[in-house]
């Protein structure tokens, strides 16, 4: 059964004068993974930051558009963002995990909504072991998670937003500041977590959506120029640009 | 001249400047020490810091602070009670939550603040804050701790506010997008991960602010009150240690005890700011953060 789960209606995005994205008008699949790919600054990002309304904190932008996520424009006057982030979480390119404990890492976003405290030790166990950390850091949570390393510390980044069970996970090149082998595991960790998650990506590494994604769309100049299964952009695109720009002439 | 020459000599010129500024405060230390040390020949130091009774000029003499060091600690307490939540909050305020234009004009009027002389500061406390304490709450005085500490903690808000500022503005930015991506609102945001995040900071604004208190003069000389006695109630005059200093040395003859004795409290003095300065250094290492988070 295919079933859309965000559904983005000609939406213009601006930096001030700036147009960022031109009329994107496009569907994210429930539980697959789908590629953001482009060269920089073409907006797929920004894009990215449009669906859980992150856009919000920079000053002096404005949407066009509508963006529905379970049959609402997240971008109605009468929507709290904070709900929206709620149910659609975010991993940044950069492991940015807060200077406290690991425990206090996982459970500072369900303390926020105020989940009890009994059901906190095992949503901390639930969420680290989803992200596969749980085994390397079950017997140092209440220490500093500034001392994990780069992988450990993406993939507590990841366990923390799943501990928000969210709807939609949303990554932002997350695998760019990681070694390969921290990589692979990110990689193997995305695969997983399609089953229960429907997840937008971003990145720069044209293997990387090739291999774990399901669905690509290029990004160029703020265009969206095509939007199709991956096997198809990878192998036979229907616009020259992207043939392009996937076998590196360009980007 | 070669341009190596050349590096090696600019290089020994800014060594020799950076000499001179050590030098120069290094003989400032010295001399307070040998004008201040030889009254402990004829005082005990215990006497002398845990002594009641302040009267240089009687005959015989006694010299003891205590009530100067109570004086002194009682008007930077409550300073610094005042002052630490008008400086952090504005801090926050200014940092993370006022619009572009209030931040600037906030910005140079805490700037502005930190300019004004602190003579002129006293003078309002003289002229303005002392008549109307006397008067509202029926009072012999209105020059008393209350009215210095408020002085004092408009003198310190600038210092707090500021060192606050940095702290608060050095938290990185990712710190503050996982918050809010977790469905924080910025409320939690500042409160959970921001504070926490530039507290270490924070806790040496707040040190910083205690040594310009403590250590400040021309209010305390002008609306404290001068009384050197234990204060009973807020409302009580004390005679704060700079403000003995100030007060006394003109009138003292050169080298005679009295003379000494006052110096012995410039190293009680210099000493307090000395601790408040190593214990600022010391919070902002001890907990400064590791990894992305370092301030």
């Known amino acids: ?251 | 001249m070669t341009r190596q020459a050349k590096e090696i000599i600019i290089k020994y010129i800014f060594f020799v400047f950076s000499l001179v500024s050590v030098v120069v405060l290094g003989l400032i230390v010295f001399s307070l020490f040998r004008e201040g040390l030889p009254v402990f020949g004829k005082v005990s130091l215990k006497d002398f810091i845990f002594g009641m009774e302040w009267y240089p000029t009687y005959d015989p003499p006694s010299f003891g602070i205590f009530p100067l060091i109570v004086g002194s600690f009682i008007v930077t307490l409550i300073a610094i009670l005042i002052a630490v939540p008008l400086g952090v909050l504005t801090a926050i305020y200014i940092s993370e939550i006022a619009p572009q234009n209030i931040k600037a004009i906030l910005k140079s009027v805490i700037e502005l603040l930190a300019g004004l002389p602190s003579v002129v500061l006293g003078f309002f406390g003289m002229v303005i804050v002392a008549p109307w304490l006397q008067e509202t709450f029926d009072l012999p005085t209105g020059l008393n701790i209350i009215n210095a500490s408020v002085i004092l903690a408009i003198m310190a808000i600038p210092t707090i506010s500021s060192i606050s500022e940095d702290a608060l503005y050095a938290v990185p930015q990712e710190f503050k997008e996982a918050s809010y991506a977790l469905g924080a609102t910025k409320y939690e945001t500042i409160a959970r991960v921001i504070l926490p995040a530039a507290l270490s900071g924070i806790s040496t604004a707040v040190m910083l602010g205690m040594a310009r208190a403590i250590g400040e003069t021309m209010v305390v000389l002008m609306v404290a009150g001068g009384a050197a006695a234990i204060p009973e109630s807020l409302f009580d005059s004390v005679r704060p240690m700079p403000a003995s200093i100030a007060a006394e040395m003109g009138e003292t003859p050169f080298r005679s005890l009295h003379y000494q004795a006052l110096f012995a409290i410039g190293i009680v003095l210099f000493c307090l700011t000395l601790t408040f300065n190593l214990i600022a250094d010391y919070v902002s290492h001890k907990f400064r953060q590791v990894g992305s988070g370092t301030l």
């Open chain 1, 1 to 251: 059964m295919e079933f859309n789960i965000i559904k983005l209606n000609k939406v213009n995005f601006f930096y001030g004068q700036v147009r960022a994205l031109t009329d994107i008008s496009m569907k994210f699949e429930k539980n697959k993974v789908t590629a953001l790919i482009g060269p920089s600054g073409c907006g797929k990002s920004t894009l990215l930051r449009l669906l859980n309304r992150m856009n919000d904190l920079i000053d002096g932008t404005r949407v066009e558009g509508e963006i529905i996520f379970e049959n609402k424009n997240i971008y109605a006057p009468d929507v709290d963002p904070v709900e929206i982030r709620r149910k659609i979480g975010m991993v940044f390119q950069k492991p940015n995990p807060f200077p406290k404990t690991i425990y206090n890492n996982i459970s500072y976003g369900p303390k926020l909504t105020g989940i009890g405290f009994e059901d906190r030790d095992a949503l901390v166990e639930r969420s680290l072991k989803q992200a596969v950390l749980w085994d390397e850091v079950k017997d140092i949570l209440n220490k500093s998670a500034m001392n994990l390393s780069g992988g450990q510390q993406q993939r507590l980044c990841i366990a923390r937003a799943l501990a928000m069970k969210p709807d939609v996970l949303l990554m932002d090149e997350p695998t760019s500041a990681l070694d390969p082998i921290s990589t692979a595991k990110i990689e193997e960790l995305i695969d997983e977590l399609k089953k229960d998650y429907t997840i937008i990506i971003v990145t720069h590494n044209m293997q990387q959506a090739a291999r774990i994604s399901d669905e690509t769309a290029f990004f160029y100049l703020g265009n969206m120029i095509e939007y199709n299964k991956t096997d198809k952009i990878f192998t036979n695109p229907d616009v020259k640009q992207t043939e392009d720009y996937i076998t590196g002439r360009f980007g």
